[in-house]
């Protein structure tokens, strides 16, 4: 592998040379300017409604395969749903946020650890408590991006059987 690499930076280096390529500058891997944290919120959202439904489940003794079988499927879904919260605030983090955006609002670093964190607790546990910090900071995550773009946000009850709020821009 690390020959086959060696080979192709070569090959692109004499290329590079021959064709004198521009360099490209942007600041994501495709500057496509299409960034909105609500799938982050609906995960939370996800991640949260799996907790419940978790926690109900366990009143029931697994003793049947479609009880386990639930339960397993709840647990996968919450997994995979903690980990798209943090790869979707990563990816704004990352590829949106600037600094004067982290100078108006300088508590962005921290949220966004607390954010990275708090997914990976409720990974850990089944805690509703949890899942519901969660939200609350992804919500003050999507309030701060808007800000950055100059949109009012609003706070509404989810339709989500969580029947915890989620942030919107006003338009």
């Known amino acids: ?16 040379r021959i064709a004198h390529f521009r ?3 942007a600041h994501c891997d495709i500057p496509c300017g299409i960034y909105d944290p609500h ?11 799996m907790d419940m439904l ?9 003793t049947d395969a479609s009880t ?12 995979q749903h903690a980990e798209l919260v943090k790869h979707e605030v ?9 600094p004067e955006h982290i100078k108006a609002n300088p508590k962005l670093h921290e949220l966004v ?6 997914a990976s607790k409720a990974k850990q546990d089944t805690s509703v408590d949890t899942s519901k910090d969660l939200i609350k900071k992804v919500e003050q995550f999507a309030e701060i991006f808007w800000k950055t773009k100059g949109v009012e946000t609003k706070r509404v009850k989810a339709f989500y059987p969580t029947e915890e709020e989620i942030v919107y821009p006003k338009v």
């Open 68 to 79: 386990r079988n639930k339960m397993i499927r709840y647990i996968s879904v919450k997994e």
């Open 90 to 98: 990563r990816v704004i983090w990352g590829d949106y946020i600037k």
């Open 39 to 49: 799938l982050a919120q609906v995960a939370a959202h996800t991640v949260l409604r």
């Open 23 to 25: 360099v490209a500058h």
């Open 54 to 62: 978790i926690n109900e489940t366990a009143q029931v003794p697994p």
């Open 1 to 16: 592998m690390e020959t086959a690499r060696l080979i192709a930076r070569a090959v692109l280096g004499s290329l590079d």
């Open 113 to 118: 650890f607390d954010i990275m964190k708090t």
